[in-house]
């Protein structure tokens, strides 16, 4: 039963226990558990409501989500929930400007969020904070907070991407994404020397950011890994009928389709390497599999022969399952991949770059190549497409190292114990 409060978009949840509170802060509603960073933060979600009385607060920045409020009831004491309209947002985040902040940091700021914290904290006698990602850190730092455990997942090192970026503009666009880049790094080594704890998806995205602080605060960074929902992408389940299938031999990409580093690696994708691959195989389809897909994507339809982008679809499964292979051509990364991982865990071959295998480590095999050269990619794509390999262990793979229940299993152990209150 929800209880809408007159001042704050607040409902609270008849399942209220004698755990002890915890506040868990989310950039973006932690359901449903379809795009990477939902899944991720939907699953942490879950597993500390296991032991605490969890008050989540969040933003949805996509109405889509907004129906989907109800999922979370069962894992949730209290949720607040904001829309963020994108387009406000985006101009709230050029005060950073003025404020020498890096943009994230007033994109995300709402003072209805930090009065709910607050108010929060305060009524529950709150002792321990979560939060995820570092654009939300900010409504639990200063003095007032240091008394609070406070845990931090950074997921990736964020500030790291932008220098990515940056890399690759000229002008005025490489010298905004190094501004970014550069005020985001510093904002995380001050969340980092605050907080008791800072996560990363990896050991390899925690030995990035670890190795750049000083030592002091080394010791409390830690790798806590992506992992997969094996039972629902299992290849011997069934699956919902998809009419956006193709029924021929087609490769397949899955990802939100809004999100840069996707597009720069669908673009990259169709401009290097597709043309390869349609010189051998005329009536090859490659299905871009993802919501919210941008105008340069969709207008990869038009431009170019054989490309499907289907949007928003019901079941991403049949998309993977019913491919020659999955692509994940990323140019820019950090952290663990999880449509690898997804399409791994349904044992299918893969052909991703090197930067999209980091922190999943999987050997290079029948079924996962990796390579990062636009030949090279094109050839590996030409041989799945002409047969598939006689025996696949991807999916060996995940239920060795990456389901949910092996990844998360430390996550308790970064709150100090107590004694649940009577």
């Known amino acids: 039963m929800n209880s809408p409060d007159e001042h704050f978009n607040v409902e609270v949840v008849a399942n209220t226990t004698q755990k002890e509170p915890l506040l868990f802060l989310c950039h973006r509603i932690p359901f449903p558990p379809n795009k990477g960073d939902k899944i991720r933060s939907f699953n942490i979600l879950k597993k500390l409501s296991e032991q605490y009385d969890v008050h989540l607060g969040c933003f949805i920045d996509d109405q889509f989500d907004k129906k989907y409020v109800s999922g979370l009831h069962k894992y949730c004491t209290a949720i607040f929930h904001l829309n963020l309209h994108k387009t406000l947002a985006k101009i709230k985040g050029l005060t950073g400007f003025v404020t020498n902040k890096p943009i994230t940091l007033p994109y995300y700021f709402d003072k209805r969020m930090q009065q709910w914290t607050n108010r929060t904290i305060a009524q529950h006698k709150i002792e321990k904070v979560f939060i995820y990602s570092s654009s939300m850190a900010q409504y639990v730092q200063g003095d007032e907070y240091q008394t609070l455990e406070r845990v931090?997942?950074?997921?990736?090192?964020?500030?790291?991407?932008?220098?990515?970026?940056?890399?690759?503009?000229?002008?005025?666009?490489?010298?905004?994404?190094?501004?970014?880049?550069?005020?985001?790094?510093?904002?995380?080594?001050?969340?980092?020397?605050?907080?008791?704890?800072?996560?990363?998806?990896?050991?390899?995205?925690?030995?990035?950011?670890?190795?750049?602080?000083?030592?002091?605060?080394?010791?409390?960074?830690?790798?806590?890994?992506?992992?997969?929902?094996?039972?629902?992408?299992n290849p011997e389940t069934s699956f919902s009928e998809e009419n956006l299938v193709p029924n021929v031999p087609f490769i397949s990409f899955t990802g939100a389709m809004d999100y840069w580093a996707n597009v720069d690696a669908v673009l990259w994708f169709v401009e290097q390497v597709w043309p390869l691959i349609l010189i051998k195989q005329p009536n090859a389809i490659f299905c871009i599999v993802g919501g919210n897909p941008s105008s340069?994507?969709?207008?990869?339809?038009?431009?170019?022969?054989?490309?499907?982008?289907?949007?928003?679809?019901?079941?991403?499964?049949?998309?993977?399952?019913?491919?020659?292979?999955?692509?994940?051509?990323?140019?820019?990364?950090?952290?663990?991949?999880?449509?690898?991982?997804?399409?791994?865990?349904?044992?299918?071959?893969?052909?991703?770059?090197?930067?999209?295998?980091?922190?999943?480590?999987?050997?290079?095999?029948?079924?996962?190549?990796?390579?990062?050269?636009?030949?090279?990619?094109?050839?590996?794509?030409?041989?799945?497409?002409?047969?598939?390999?006689?025996?696949?262990?991807?999916?060996?793979?995940?239920?060795?190292?990456?389901?949910?229940?092996?990844?998360?299993?430390?996550?308790?152990?970064?709150?100090?114990?107590?004694?649940?209150?009577?």
């Open 152 to 233: 931090i997942d950074f997921v990736d090192v964020d500030s790291d991407k932008w220098r990515q970026y940056a890399e690759k503009k000229s002008g005025i666009a490489k010298w905004f994404f190094n501004r970014e880049y550069k005020l985001l790094a510093k904002e995380e080594n001050t969340i980092c020397a605050q907080f008791i704890h800072s996560l990363f998806v990896s050991p390899d995205e925690a030995k990035l950011f670890r190795d750049n602080q000083p030592k002091a605060q080394q010791s409390k960074v830690h790798g806590v890994l992506n992992g997969v929902d094996v039972n629902f992408f």
């Open 296 to 422: 340069e994507v969709k207008a990869l339809v038009k431009s170019t022969k054989g490309i499907v982008v289907t949007g928003r679809v019901h079941d991403v499964r049949p998309f993977i399952k019913n491919a020659q292979c999955v692509v994940a051509p990323l140019q820019i990364a950090r952290g663990i991949q999880n449509k690898v991982l997804e399409a791994m865990s349904l044992n299918k071959a893969i052909v991703v770059t090197t930067m999209a295998m980091e922190g999943i480590n999987a050997q290079q095999s029948d079924g996962v190549i990796i390579t990062d050269g636009k030949h090279t990619y094109a050839q590996a794509c030409l041989a799945l497409l002409d047969e598939q390999p006689k025996t696949l262990k991807n999916r060996e793979w995940v239920l060795e190292h990456f389901t949910w229940q092996q990844t998360l299993q430390p996550l308790a152990g970064y709150f100090s114990t107590k004694e649940n209150h009577q």
